[in-house]
Each structure stands twice: as structure tokens, then as C-alpha cells.
């Protein structure tokens, strides 16, 4: 099925499909004494991250990435749960499929969220509201799990859109509307904007969609380099990239943050080691042999480093793999200061390699 250009309308139809607390809203299927409770997916120790949290816990201001110790401290009734990658994946699979029960162009972004494009979809439905409608339907009959949509003419509004309505909502942006909703919404709230972007911009005067809108091309590619002519057009509610089907994995990379900290060289090679043989089992099964790996250290006040190699020919052994990381590692030492993170990727795949996979950068947790 070839990618459209438009629809009969002229407009091209992109739903945003995004699982609501997905990692949460699975712990709680499968227990039901954690229904109705506040849930945070991850690890409760000192050095623990929150991976998900459920909405009862985002009531207490509880959100991904944030440190358990703060969550803790936000929600002290809060429940911690082991993550449950395998299972988390395999839902994603089944949820992918009914995606490609309306359409052959699915761009995923991570497990529980993906791009659809229903210009044209198996089904002939002329409406996308109700393709998404239909979706999220088969969604919840097949996993007993909500999920949030968002429907527009492009891949910006669409992402916007669908966290209008959450959880367990959708809401559309017309062509109609895009422009004006783009103008109302403050800057931090841009899908592609982050923290020190959006810093960045206010400093220069633009709080919101309407006041990016006012700034000439030329005045924002000069601040923003490459991304300027992206901030033009989305400010007036144009985007013209394509669902991609055919997603190229980037890389491949897995890291651990420590309890203890780590101050020995010895000892840090014995924490990289599992991380580097997670790394090589999924990315020997995928046939992914990188020229590239790269190391990444984040030190006990949470600077990071990052140091790469790229070798004359892909890495094909566990052997190769790991005197390229160690290489890499030994040098950092002796460190004046702990060290709390260890991470290794692998990138720059064989071009056979590359053809064979659709997926885009998958982070391995351990």
C-alpha cells in the first residue's frame, strides 16, 4: 500500500494512538489489589527511577524519570512495582496488530505509543475520528487497557491532540482550528520543545504558539540553527513529515544506575559486564553488528560522559564488543568521584542489517 500525498479531501488523516499510564494500567490488570491505587512501575530503592506511574499516583505530582525518593516522598502510600518488560512488550504486540488491522502505515515511537496513517485504511472508513474511536474499541476488548488518541491533518497536531483528552479520550484538530489551537498553547507545551529549548525562547520574548507565530524565518533559523524552518511551520500548524513505516534502528544500547557508587576499575568492569552481554544477545539475535560503541558514564553529581569508538568493520563477537568497551573505560580511571551509571550502545549498523529491522532506537532496561 504506497504512502499517500493526501486524501480525496486533500488532507491527510494521522491518528496519534497513546496507552494511558500504560505500564501501570498493566500492573493494575493484572492485580486487582492495585486497582484504584497510586502505582509507580520501578525501583524503590535510593537510586531507583520511576519508569511509570499509574494516575491515581500523578495525583500527587508523581511522573516518569523522577527519582523514587522524591516519589516517595510526594506519595507516601505509593506502591512499587518490578518492571515487567516481557509482558509490557508482548501487549505492545498485540496492540500493534490491531493497528495493522486499519493500516499498513504505523510509525511506532516507543511500546505503547505510535503514528497512523488512515488516508486510505483497510476498513474504507471516510472518518478518522471513528477509525480511532474503533481502535481504541478493540484496544480495550483485547487487553482490558485504555488508550487516548489524538486525529489531525499532520503528525504535530495529532501528537498534540491526543493528550487533550486523557485518559481514555481523543480529541481531533480540524484544519479549520490547527492554526489557532497552535497559537493558545504555551511553548513549554510543544511537542519537540524541551526544558532548555523552551527556556531559550522565553528569554527571547516567546511564550506561546502565537508569539513563535510573529518571529521571522530568518530570525529563527539564526537561534536555532536547522530546527528554525521546523518552529516556523508548526507555528502556523504546518508539518509535512510522513508516517514512516520503515523505521531504521539507530542503535541499540542498555545501562544500569548503581546503588552503591562505583570508584575501582576492577568493579566497574564486573557492572559493565552484564550490560554488555544483554546489549550482544539482542543485538546478535536482530543480526544488528555495529562499527560503533559508545560508552556512557554519569558520575555521583550526575555529569555525564560519553566516549565512542568506530571500528574499520562491524563488531560480530562478544569478544569484539567488550575489549572495545573496556577500552574505552579504562582510560576514565582513576576518577576523582563515583561513578553511579554505566551504559554501552551499539550504532552505525551494516547496511543488511539495517534493511532487515523497522524498528527505531530500543533502550534494553536491566
Not at 231 to 256: L, Q
Not at 296 to 302: A, G, L, N
Request: charged residues 25%; proline residues 5%; positive net charge.
Amino acid at each position: 500500500m504506497a504512502e499517500p500525498e493526501v486524501g480525496q479531501d486533500g488532507i491527510r488523516k494521522i491518528i496519534h494512538v497513546d496507552m494511558d499510564a500504560f505500564f501501570a494500567s498493566v500492573e493494575q490488570r493484572d492485580d486487582p489489589a492495585l486497582r484504584g491505587k497510586p502505582v509507580a512501575v520501578g525501583g524503590a530503592k535510593k537510586r531507583g527511577v520511576v519508569a511509570a506511574a499509574s494516575y491515581e499516583a500523578r495525583q500527587f505530582g508523581v511522573r516518569s524519570a523522577m527519582p523514587s525518593v522524591t516519589a516517595a516522598r510526594k506519595c507516601p502510600e505509593l506502591i512499587f512495582v518490578k518492571p515487567r518488560f516481557e509482558v509490557y512488550k508482548s501487549v505492545s504486540a498485540q496492540i500493534h496488530e490491531i493497528f495493522g488491522e486499519y493500516t499498513a502505515l504505523i510509525e511506532p515511537l516507543s511500546l505503547d505509543e505510535a503514528y497512523l496513517d488512515v488516508t486510505e485504511n483497510f476498513k474504507g472508513m471516510a472518518i478518522a475520528s471513528e477509525i480511532a474511536e474503533a481502535i481504541r474499541a478493540r484496544i480495550f476488548e483485547v487487553t482490558g487497557l485504555t488508550a487516548s488518541a489524538g486525529i489531525s491533518y499532520n503528525k504535530f497536531l495529532a501528537k498534540m491532540a491526543s493528550g487533550h483528552n486523557k485518559p481514555n479520550g481523543q480529541f481531533v484538530i480540524t484544519p479549520a482550528k490547527g492554526p489557532a489551537f497552535v497559537e493558545t498553547l504555551p511553548i513549554e507545551k510543544f511537542h519537540g520543545i524541551g526544558p532548555a529549548t523552551a527556556a531559550r525562547m522565553k528569554a527571547l520574548g516567546i511564550q506561546t504558539g502565537a508569539d513563535l507565530k510573529a518571529k521571522p524565518l530568518p530570525f529563527l533559523q539564526e537561534k536555532f540553527r536547522s530546527s528554525g524552518s521546523y518552529y516556523y511551520w508548526i507555528a502556523r500548524g504546518v508539518d509535512h513529515r510522513r508516517v514512516k513505516a520503515d523505521r531504521i534502528r539507530k542503535s541499540v544500547g542498555g545501562e544500569n544506575t548503581f546503588f552503591d557508587d562505583v570508584h575501582a576499575l576492577s568493579e566497574a568492569r564486573e557492572k559493565l559486564a552484564p550490560i554488555i552481554d544483554k546489549v550482544w544477545r539482542h543485538a546478535e539475535a536482530k543480526a544488528l553488528y555495529g562499527r560503533t560503541l559508545t560508552l556512557k558514564v554519569k558520575y555521583s553529581d550526575f555529569e555525564i560522559i560519553t566516549r565512542s569508538r568506530t571500528m574499520p568493520h562491524a563488531l560480530r563477537t562478544l569478544g569484539e564488543v567488550e575489549a572495545v568497551a573496556h577500552a574505552l573505560l579504562d582510560p576514565v580511571f582513576p576518577v576523582a568521584k563515583g561513578i553511579r551509571l554505566l551504559g554501552v550502545s551499539l550504532s552505525g549498523f551494516a547496511e543488511s542489517s539495517e534493511r532487515e529491522n523497522n524498528a527505531e532506537q530500543l533502550s534494553l532496561a536491566l
